[in-house]
């Protein structure tokens, strides 16, 4: 049960605390955060509303924390990586139970979601251990003009202190994947969850207390955006940030100074649809790319563009699997759950009602019942419809026909969004040629769009973000170059 044994301490009466210097604290302001389970509507957990003063304590602990675990060996701060991992792993069905109460996530999803984290880190212990275990010998009479005099030693050294800011969808994944990257390379870590998933990242973050990392190394504080959102984001002792979540993200990059940032903010991602596609294979990843977890993830598919002359019989066969999605709680392992909240529901809703004025064809009767959106397909999506263009984030697809793959290329980049996109064609020298054509960070051939498995490179153009994430990328990008020259009184060459 989630807050009950090795995780009691998290927990104070029917508050969660925050976590600063290795210890479960209650904040100063007397004020908590309601986090609403999706399905009933109701409270079902509050979290500590932290001040600008404990913000204040926490990034100096980070910075002081810092210091120290940058002098601690590779292997060491891998060893505490791997048995994060296997905490983490051991205890995946508390903190799955929290998935599901706060995010209406599946049950089963929601375990592998906290499997899935527990690999990430442990990849990332090992990547880490190869990557930063070795760097670079130059010589400089490689350039014109110069003789052999100076010895140039490259190494990659931490930024210092991180600030992870990861979305609701996947609030532990989505943690981990800043968090593990940003320990390995010898920086601290100050972690703001998301409201809806803070519970979650609560009991993660216990599991990296339990496997004894130093004291404030690691940090996790909770409260709301519009109190310490913007303190955090331009607080003068963050190195670097990694969002993972919404426009915000635009935001936060307009205010962050000059620090790096790791942004992913969020896709429209197309499906292209040449007239030589296997329609079954077609189909089946419109309904996993487009309605797993309700439609709630970055990468889902948010527009179907499909050669006209197919167009019909890909939509009667997604119709036709769209009939067998089960509709409930993620208690009962559903396939489409209540949306994460009553906003969401209304702006998804909003969307479908301007597709209906307009005159797109309902494949289904559209059906709500609070947050729960019954999964919907538009058929004969027009441009002038907002749907086109704007992420539904829920199980509502647009399927808009095309007469050319330039069409279909044309939209996709007439999208302010290009995170992933992908194309189904038994033509690999036309799928080469769209990919090449389309603006998207990642363009999947003959598949669904997806981010993973984690070790691969992710990362979307425009408005889709800055920089690129995946285990490799993610630990690069906390780190600097440092260089150490040794000048030569005269010229060295080895003869051999």
Same mark, same amino acid.
Request: hydrophobic share 40%.
């Given at each position: 049960?989630?807050?009950?044994?090795?995780? %009691?301490?998290?927990?104070?009466?029917?508050?969660?605390?925050?976590?600063?210097?290795?210890?479960?604290?209650?904040?100063?302001?007397?004020?908590?955060?309601?986090?609403?389970?999706?399905?009933?509507?109701?409270?079902?957990?509050?979290?500590?509303?932290?001040?600008?003063?404990?913000?204040?304590?926490? /990034?100096?602990?980070?910075?002081?924390?810092?210091?120290?675990?940058?002098?601690?060996?590779?292997?060491?701060?891998?060893?505490?990586?791997?048995?994060? !991992?296997?905490?983490?792993?051991?205890?995946?069905?508390?903190?799955?139970?929290?998935?599901?109460?706060?995010?209406?996530?599946?049950?089963?999803?929601?375990?592998?979601?906290?499997?899935?984290?527990?690999?990430?880190?442990?990849?990332?212990?090992?990547?880490?251990?190869?990557?930063?275990?070795?760097?670079?010998?130059?010589? %400089?009479?490689?350039?014109?003009?110069?003789?052999?005099?100076?010895?140039?030693?490259?190494?990659?050294?931490?930024?210092?202190?991180?600030?992870?800011?990861?979305?609701?969808?996947?609030?532990?994944?989505?943690?981990?994947?800043?968090?593990?990257?940003?320990?390995?390379?010898?920086?601290?870590?100050?972690?703001?969850?998301?409201?809806?998933?803070?519970?979650?990242?609560?009991?993660?973050?216990?599991?990296?207390?339990?496997?004894?990392?130093?004291?404030?190394?690691?940090?996790?504080?909770?409260?709301?955006?519009?109190?310490?959102?913007?303190?955090?984001?331009?607080?003068?002792?963050?190195?670097?940030?990694?969002?993972?979540?919404?426009?915000?993200?635009?935001?936060?990059?307009?205010? !962050?100074?000059?620090?790096?940032?790791?942004?992913?903010?969020?896709?429209?991602?197309?499906?292209?649809?040449?007239?030589?596609?296997?329609?079954?294979?077609?189909? !089946?990843?419109?309904?996993?790319?487009?309605? %797993?977890?309700?439609?709630?993830?970055?990468?889902?598919?948010?527009?179907?563009?499909?050669?006209?002359?197919?167009?019909?019989?890909?939509?009667?066969?997604?119709?036709?699997?769209?009939?067998?999605?089960?509709?409930?709680?993620?208690?009962?392992?559903?396939?489409?759950?209540?949306?994460?909240?009553?906003?969401?529901?209304?702006?998804?809703?909003?969307?479908?009602?301007?597709?209906?004025?307009?005159?797109?064809?309902?494949?289904?009767?559209?059906?709500?019942?609070?947050?729960?959106?019954?999964?919907?397909?538009?058929?004969?999506?027009?441009?002038? /419809?907002?749907?086109?263009?704007?992420?539904?984030?829920?199980?509502?697809?647009?399927?808009?026909?095309?007469?050319?793959?330039?069409?279909?290329?044309?939209?996709?980049?007439?999208?302010?969004?290009?995170?992933?996109?992908?194309?189904?064609?038994?033509?690999?020298?036309? !799928?080469?040629?769209?990919?090449?054509? /389309?603006?998207?960070?990642?363009?999947?051939?003959?598949?669904?769009?997806?981010?993973?498995?984690?070790?691969?490179?992710?990362?979307?153009?425009?408005? %889709?973000?800055?920089?690129?994430?995946?285990?490799?990328?993610?630990?690069?990008?906390?780190?600097?170059?440092?260089?150490?020259?040794?000048?030569?009184?005269?010229?060295?060459?080895? /003869?051999?």
């Amino acid at each position: 049960m989630a807050g009950t044994g090795v995780f %009691s301490d998290i927990l104070d009466g029917d508050v969660y605390k925050y976590y600063a210097d290795g210890e479960w604290k209650k904040s100063s302001s007397g004020k908590t955060v309601a986090i609403i389970n999706p399905t009933t509507r109701k409270t079902q957990y509050k979290v500590q509303a932290c001040t600008q003063e404990e913000v204040n304590k926490v /990034m100096e602990s980070a910075k002081t924390a810092q210091k120290s675990w940058a002098k601690t060996p590779l292997w060491k701060r891998a060893e505490l990586l791997h048995k994060a !991992a296997a905490v983490l792993k051991e205890h995946k069905a508390p903190i799955a139970e929290c998935l599901v109460k706060e995010i209406a996530k599946p049950a089963k999803d929601a375990i592998t979601e906290v499997v899935r984290s527990g690999d990430l880190i442990s990849y990332t212990a090992e990547e880490g251990v190869r990557i930063l275990g070795e760097g670079k010998f130059l010589v %400089s009479d490689s350039f014109p003009g110069n003789q052999r005099t100076k010895y140039c030693l490259t190494s990659k050294i931490p930024l210092g202190v991180i600030l992870a800011i990861p979305p609701f969808n996947y609030p532990v994944n989505l943690a981990v994947s800043k968090i593990a990257p940003a320990l390995i390379a010898g920086n601290s870590l100050v972690l703001k969850p998301p409201t809806q998933g803070a519970v979650s990242a609560l009991h993660m973050v216990h599991c990296f207390h339990l496997a004894g990392f130093p004291k404030g190394l690691i940090s996790c504080v909770t409260g709301k955006g519009s109190e310490i959102g913007d303190f955090l984001t331009m607080h003068p002792g963050v190195n670097c940030i990694s969002f993972t979540g919404g426009d915000t993200g635009i935001a936060i990059s307009k205010k !962050a100074g000059m620090i790096p940032l790791q942004m992913e903010l969020g896709g429209k991602d197309a499906c292209i649809v040449l007239e030589d596609a296997d329609l079954d294979l077609v189909a !089946a990843n419109i309904i996993k790319g487009g309605f %797993s977890y309700s439609g709630q993830r970055c990468t889902a598919v948010k527009v179907v563009l499909v050669m006209e002359s197919v167009a019909d019989v890909l939509v009667e066969k997604v119709k036709a699997k769209v009939a067998k999605l089960t509709v409930g709680a993620p208690e009962d392992d559903c396939d489409i759950t209540p949306v994460v909240s009553e906003s969401s529901a209304n702006f998804i809703e909003g969307l479908v009602k301007d597709a209906k004025e307009k005159g797109a064809t309902f494949c289904q009767e559209y059906k709500r019942d609070g947050n729960l959106i019954w999964p919907l397909l538009l058929d004969n999506v027009r441009p002038d /419809m907002r749907i086109a263009w704007e992420e539904p984030f829920g199980p509502v697809l647009p399927v808009i026909r095309i007469n050319s793959i330039e069409e279909g290329i044309h939209h996709c980049n007439a999208s302010n969004f290009g995170l992933q996109g992908c194309v189904f064609t038994k033509d690999v020298n036309k !799928a080469i040629l769209i990919s090449d054509a /389309m603006e998207t960070g990642t363009v999947q051939i003959n598949s669904a769009p997806a981010r993973g498995p984690d070790h691969f490179p992710f990362q979307g153009l425009k408005d %889709s973000g800055i920089g690129s994430q995946g285990v490799t990328n993610s630990i690069n990008m906390m780190t600097k170059i440092k260089s150490t020259v040794i000048n030569l009184p005269t010229p060295s060459y080895t /003869m051999g």
